[in-house]
């Protein structure tokens, strides 16, 4: 069950302080946060920054930008809809032609992990969606109804670097020919792991595709 998008997060940011003490932060100081998140970092940045400061909260998840609204009703926190790609063109928009640091926290935020609607975590028993904005393109549950086999595995191979590809994109295309498709991040994650060898390892078998349809998607 999803929970409310504004709610307080319980992201508890990586490296806090170091972060903290790389930007030197001052206050008065314009800062971007091009990739949101939960929001932890860029709460203790402002803070830190005081009011006359900035924070410019980017994210591409409608959901992270609705807890950074949230924030910036009591922060100096401006957030906006985007990838941090787009970080040039909204400063623009903003009328800032300089900044005085970015962050960028690459990877999924702990949000986007429990959240069992959107099916980044490989346990999820939602639906397989993996899009990190839902208003875009198509669930990844979708995408894997309809694409060829190959097409599939050279999609896991390039985005993934998975070595298996073929053989991965050879089992879900079974199970779509047997009429049993996949839906759920868990399907996937257990569909992968019965058919690649046994490795020894800390890195789940399934977080190459994983990480390949994330992209895709």
Not at 19 to 33: C, F, H, K, N, S
Not at 98 to 103: E, N, S
């Amino acid at each position: 069950m999803a929970s409310d998008p504004a709610s307080p997060t319980r992201h508890q940011p990586v490296l806090l302080r170091e972060v903290l003490d790389q930007l030197q932060l001052e206050p008065g100081a314009v800062i971007v946060d091009g990739t949101f998140g939960g929001g932890g970092h860029t709460r203790a940045i402002a803070e830190r920054i005081g009011p006359t400061g900035r924070v410019i909260a980017v994210d591409r998840d409608p959901s992270a930008v609705a807890r950074a609204e949230s924030l910036a009703e009591t922060l100096p926190i401006t957030p906006r809809l985007g990838n941090y790609c787009d970080v040039p063109e909204i400063l623009r928009e903003l009328g800032l032609e300089t900044v005085d640091g970015i962050l960028l926290d690459l990877g999924l935020s702990s949000d986007q992990l429990a959240d069992d609607d959107r099916g980044f975590s490989f346990q999820s028993t939602g639906p397989l969606d993996l899009r990190f904005d839902p208003s875009r393109g198509e669930p990844a549950w979708r995408l894997l109804e309809h694409i060829n086999e190959r097409a599939l595995a050279d999609l896991i191979y390039r985005y993934g670097e998975e070595r298996y590809s073929r053989r991965i994109a050879r089992a879900i295309v079974e199970r779509r020919r047997k009429r049993e498709p996949i839906r759920t991040a868990a399907d996937l994650a257990d569909l992968i792991r019965r058919c690649l060898p046994r490795q020894r390892g800390r890195i789940d078998p399934a977080t190459r595709t994983f990480q390949a349809l994330r992209i895709a998607v």
